[in-house]
């Protein structure tokens, strides 16, 4: 069964740094991966999905990157702003359509 | 834009009511899904389905089930609450390929008491 695993569990900067939220995963038979971002008490909004043929995609400050032979991804987050201050959770997809989600890093910016 | 629409934002149910929570979404989706989310467990898939009429258990079904009459519509129904249901509950919905992403709702936060 795919286990996604994301570190650190939080983590805060301050507003303008540059960051990186990680994610592994154990089982590298995955059709995509996708990033969404969580706030309090919301729903998930889905930020970059990666397909398992692609090694990154872009959407304006934010780019994630996958990895399947090592079973990891990254998201990169670029100058950050405290309108980023949200969950961020990834997602493996595998066999018929499931997701399997890592449990979240919360992110903290700073002003 | 799509959007997935999620009847209750906050429900409180006494141990051994049954629950009905419902999922609406507008985009014509094949697939949708219901999942549950704990703190330090995330997202868990409980039932998904691929079609009207159709379900497949996810990782976390026993104490649910669900119906899909509608295209539009997948309800999750607790036949007789408990404690250890309470938690925020989340439906999606998606294209019927698996290359697609998930549309999530806003979550239902339920407590039973």
């Known amino acids: 069964k795919q286990e996604v695993t994301q570190i650190p569990a939080a983590l805060s900067v301050p507003e303008g740094e540059n960051l990186v939220l990680n994610c592994s995963f154990t089982d590298s038979a995955i059709y995509n991966l996708q990033w969404f971002r969580q706030d309090p008490g919301k729903g998930l909004t889905s930020l970059l999905l990666?397909?398992?043929?692609?090694r990154e995609q872009t959407s304006g400050r934010l780019n994630a990157s996958l990895d399947k032979s090592s079973g990891r991804s990254t998201l990169y987050i670029a100058a950050s702003q405290p309108g980023d201050s949200a969950t961020y959770l990834c997602a493996a997809t595998t066999g018929a359509n499931n997701l399997f989600f890592g449990t979240g890093t919360r992110l903290t910016v700073i002003p | 834009d799509v959007k997935v629409t999620q009847s209750s934002r906050y429900l409180v149910k006494r141990t051994g009511e049954k629950v009905f929570l419902e999922c609406v979404q507008d985009m014509d989706h094949e697939n949708m899904f219901w999942y549950r989310q704990d703190p330090g467990l995330g997202l868990r898939l409980i039932y998904f389905s691929y079609d009207v009429k159709m379900k497949e258990k996810g990782d976390i079904p026993e104490g649910y089930s669900v119906s899909r009459e509608k295209k539009e519509r997948f309800s999750l129904i607790l036949e007789s609450a408990s404690t250890n249901q309470t938690s925020m509950y989340l439906c999606?919905?998606?294209?019927?390929?698996?290359?697609?992403?998930?549309?999530f709702g806003p979550g239902t936060r339920l407590l039973v008491l």
């Open positions: 990666i397909q398992s043929s692609q």
């Open positions: 999606a919905s998606s294209f019927g390929t698996r290359i697609e992403t998930q549309y």
